[in-house]
């Protein structure tokens, strides 16, 4: 997969991506990441990006002749998604990042200052996402939690017993709580049936665990979450037991 990233501030990558399993994703070929300049291809003497809003207000508004010919230079001819970063975007999910995990080559457009000129948008960019609902100063630090979600998707970046399928949110459900040694921990032991070696027993505990933790704090994720008929039954038993 290749990501390419458009931004005011390179350096802002360099850390994030050099570190850990993002770095070991650029080591093994299974991603390219490039990081290109906004500023870069601004025509103007002063290598402005920005100017004052039309209508008058605060802020700064990212020019769309300098960011439309910077996303055109980097853009071949194949159909990557170019990927504005912005709090009115659709909202990251891992249904999204796995979509996205499917794409070869992604280009993610970090916004600044006070918003980009509407006419960049119309022009240059396909898809817009945020990371929730909350106002970073720039898109960049979305950008870094958009990659990281999709590139631990990349069948290889976390190893062949990638445990990606057991994730919080893989199956619609949170993780439930995981144990390691020691087996006593001021005084907290670890449930039996995880040192049981009953494989079918240990995966029952795990399902329920998982219903039981998202049942407690989210609720919501049930009402679309994949149920089998066991896990209703189990989750009726939980909601029988609290009204008991
Ligand atoms: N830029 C500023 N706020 C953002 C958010 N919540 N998500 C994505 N990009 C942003």
Redesign the pocket.
Known sequence: MKIEVLTLFPDMFSAVMSESMMWKARERGLLDFQVHNIRDYAENKQRKVDDSPYGGGGGMILKADVLARAIEAVKPDDDAPVIL???Q?RVLTHRVAAELSQQPHLILVC?HYEGVDERARQVAISDE???????????EL?ALVLIDAVVRLIPGVLGAEGAQHRDSHADGLLEGPHYTRPPEFRGLGVPAVLTSGHHAEVDRWRRRQALKRTWERRPDLLETAPLSEEDRAYLARLRGEAEA
């Open positions: 970063l912005s709090p975007g916004g996402i945020s990371i929730g609902d909350y106002v970073l100063t720039g898109g979305a």
